[in-house]
């Protein structure tokens, strides 16, 4: 934390503002000729230009109590004297479960080596913004919220200094801490362009070639102002986009002006390989696209024996490219959510993938996730999340994604600094014990959810009460293992290690056939899955026997099938208790699993292995907890 805006204020259009809102603001300053930057923050997004160009876009994710600012150098874009800089901001208002926005508001300062040269406040100029819509437009998805529909026919020249309808800006809230930014910005390559690969009468549909993430780009001639609808796809149906899933609308409008229109959407990024432009009337596209928006990190790539393992390696890379947003996200398409679990596979595969591990933007993601708050002292689904819903079971993952995180990079003063929030979850775990044993959590906010896989899905948004199960008192060993493992680190007490002992015994007196010895999930069904039975193995709950057995049994497919993100239980029973024996079953699994998806034409790895027919046709092609494998081909 640093000393920022100590003159400038979070300011917006108007004292009333609406869900969905858009406003710009104004602020003309004169150059000297020195390095200069601006230090900007935004309750929703932004994108920043200066003397009508782009400069940059996109505000890290963040909480009211954790508020994070960006630093920009924008001296390429000043000139000798006077200078304008505009700001476009989109104050969501409606939070959801990638966002949490209670107020609107923005706010900056304008500096060079001698100082601030003028910062956010009464004086600048704001306006609700002409050409995009605010209030209530169709939303996307539940979890990305808000599309948008955009005006061409009422653009004016604002970003270049005009201020036809701008009036003086309102102190809209109080200043906090600010935070730089944790880590660096994303940037756009060159666009790329799609191909025409079909026209009809009313339409273009255009393929991009491969999964692409960014922001949409296209220009085109009208002869007239009509309505024009762009949908996105990760694939087609009968020759179409899937643009209406369930209640999900993957599609934005635009409103065409007579003549030339050129346009770039850099605050909301799309995901997918196609695109689909409807029109009223005949255009002329010039190209349409998306201008890719990468982190800049440099990959390692192994030199894998195996072609199928190599190219196997190569579209799990990709996917956890694609999933790198300001912060890990579990598909770009459908959600761009950060989950504690999907983000613990990326991270471990990160630190494989990526040169130097890819620490920093790791810790980043941990530290964001330590920020959340609520009343059950659990972590929220997502972050930032304003959407009361958990997964307790995610929680428990969150400590086992710092214990690797610490393992991987000796960083003891970040586990010191999170300890406080492993702790408080540990004990939101174990303030919901009967009887010795962890139970699910009672409340249609919390969703005892372990798995895509059969008697492990929970169910969402329902009441399943307060009663114990296999699962949960195996997530929470886990998380209380790698608790352990932190504490010893940091020399501290684990005053919960006792609960090891008296858990295991439970659960191999509740939730194991006598007959067979397998470990069943709860008291539902006594059917054997992977996941429970590899819990079993890997906290030493089954005895060495038995787990000699269990792991038998997954290599001959003998139980009920866990789904890809939940693998790495499954092959980590097996490499312990004969890393040398399972090898070959497990790389030959992994080959098997994925060669599906390359055999599909697929870029980028599956969030199942169903592919885009799960979830009632909704299943994502490129999710990041699937790439997975990257860690298996650099341990094995």
Not at 454 to 474: H, T
Request: net charge negative; proline share 3%; hydrophobic share 35%.
């Amino acid at each position: 934390m640093v000393t920022v805006f100590e003159n400038a204020e979070w300011i917006w259009n108007d004292k009333a503002f609406t869900e969905n809102e858009y406003a710009e603001f104004l602020t003309p300053f004169i150059w000297t000729g020195k390095n200069t930057s601006i230090n900007i923050s935004v309750c929703g997004d932004y994108t920043l230009f200066v003397n009508g160009r782009y400069v940059a876009s996109n505000q890290y994710a963040d909480f009211e109590h954790y508020k994070v600012y960006d630093t920009i150098e924008i001296t390429e874009y000043l000139q000798d004297g006077s200078n304008t800089v505009a700001i476009l901001v989109w104050y969501f208002g409606k939070s959801g479960m990638r966002y949490l926005t209670p107020n609107a508001g923005v706010i900056f300062e304008i500096f060079d080596g001698d100082g601030v040269l003028c910062q956010s406040n009464t004086e600048t100029l704001s306006r609700k913004s002409k050409a995009y819509m605010s209030g209530e437009v169709k939303k996307i998805t539940p979890q990305l919220g808000f599309s948008y529909t955009y005006d061409a026919t009422k653009e004016d020249s604002w970003l270049c200094g005009s201020t036809d309808g701008f009036s003086a800006s309102v102190i809209i809230q109080d200043k906090q801490e600010f935070y730089g930014r944790p880590i660096i910005k994303h940037k756009f390559c060159d666009l790329k362009k799609g191909e025409i690969i079909s026209r009809e009468k009313n339409r273009y549909l255009i393929d991009l070639s491969e999964e692409t993430v960014g922001a949409f780009s296209f220009s085109f001639m009208s002869d007239s102002r009509q309505k024009i609808n762009i949908s996105y796809g990760e694939c087609l149906k009968d020759g179409h986009i899937k643009r209406i899933i369930g209640n999900r609308d993957f599609s934005f409008d635009y409103i065409a002006q007579k003549g030339q229109n050129t346009y770039t959407n850099y605050m909301l990024r799309i995901a997918g390989r196609y695109i689909e432009i409807e029109y009223e009337e005949d255009i002329q596209l010039e190209y349409a696209g998306i201008l890719p928006q990468v982190y800049p990190i440099k990959e390692i790539k192994p030199c894998l024996e195996n072609p199928l393992d190599m190219r196997i390696y190569e579209i799990c890379i990709n996917t956890l490219k694609l999933c790198m947003m300001e912060h890990y996200v579990d598909c770009p398409w459908r959600e761009q959510g950060l989950y504690a679990y999907d983000s613990r596979n990326q991270i471990l595969s990160g630190y494989y993938a990526f040169e130097g591990g890819n620490a920093d933007y790791a810790k980043a993601n941990l530290y964001l996730m330590s920020k959340d708050r609520r009343d059950d002292k659990l972590l929220s689904i997502c972050f930032p999340s304003g959407e009361d819903l958990t997964i307790p079971a995610f929680s428990m993952y969150y400590i086992l994604a710092v214990q690797e995180y610490l393992e991987y990079s000796g960083d003891l003063a970040f586990a010191e600094t999170v300890f406080d929030k492993l702790t408080s979850l540990i004990e939101a775990i174990c303030a919901n014990m009967s009887d010795g044993l962890v139970c699910g959590f009672s409340g249609e906010n919390h969703w005892n959810f372990y798995d895509w896989s059969p008697y492990a899905e929970g169910n969402l948004m329902c009441d399943d009460g307060k009663k114990p199960d296999f699962m949960i008192n195996c997530v929470f060993l886990l998380g209380l293992k790698a608790y352990d493992e932190i504490c010893k680190k940091l020399s501290k007490v684990n005053g919960y290690s006792g609960l090891f002992g008296s858990i295991t015994e439970k659960l191999r007196e509740h939730y194991q056939n006598k007959e067979t010895g397998m470990f069943f999930t709860s008291d539902i069904t006594e059917e054997a899955t992977e996941l429970a039975n590899s819990f079993a193995v890997i906290l030493d709950i089954a005895d060495k026997k038995q787990a000699e057995i269990i792991c038998e049994k997954l290599a001959h497919g003998e139980l009920a099938e866990c789904s890809l993100s939940m693998k790495p239980f499954k092959y980590d029973a097996m490499i312990k208790v004969n890393k040398e024996k399972y090898k070959p079953f497990i790389l030959q699994e992994i080959r098997e699993t994925y060669k599906k998806m390359l055999d599909f034409g697929s870029t980028t790895v599956w969030e199942t292995i169903e592919g885009e027919s799960a979830f009632d046709d909704a299943g994502s092609l490129c999710h990041g907890w699937s790439a997975i494998p990257i860690y298996y081909y650099n341990i094995l």
